[in-house]
């Protein structure tokens, strides 16, 4: 498995950008596809965007298609989510995860980082 560590969380208001970093540890960045999931406060944790290995395929939710650009450097075994536009509805920890294969099923994710708190005030 591979350990993951997000950064780059913060307060900011409605229509600001924020980019989220996600590090990962271990040789074996690029043999995963990655993933940024959220869960909102009393609400179940939801898929956000996920990139394939080699970044040449995104798939994002319909509530962040066209605002959210999900990205990587597997030379710095980093994935990046960059958030423009944001809505107080965007308001969630979010989370990075990893996994084999391709797919946005939580269920098949098998690493995931801490977390980080990202709130966007009205």
């Known amino acids: 498995q591979v350990q993951l560590v997000e950064s780059g969380g913060g307060l900011v208001q409605a229509g600001d950008s924020l980019r989220l970093s996600c590090a990962a540890s271990?040789?074996?960045?690029?043999?995963?596809?990655m993933g940024w999931f959220r869960q909102a406060p009393g609400k179940e944790r939801e898929f956000v965007a996920a990139?394939?290995?080699?970044?040449?395929?995104?798939y994002y939710a319909d509530s962040v298609k066209g605002r959210f650009t999900i990205s990587r450097d597997n030379a710095q075994n980093t994935v990046y989510l960059q958030m423009n536009s944001l809505k107080p509805e965007d308001t969630a920890v979010y989370y990075c995860?990893?996994?084999?294969?391709?797919?946005?099923?939580?269920?098949?994710?098998?690493?995931w980082g801490q977390g980080t708190q990202v709130t966007v005030s009205s």
């Open positions: 271990g040789r074996t960045f690029s043999t995963y596809a």
């Open positions: 990139i394939s290995r080699s970044g040449g395929s995104t």
């Open positions: 995860a990893a996994r084999t294969g391709w797919g946005a099923s939580e269920a098949d994710f098998g690493s």
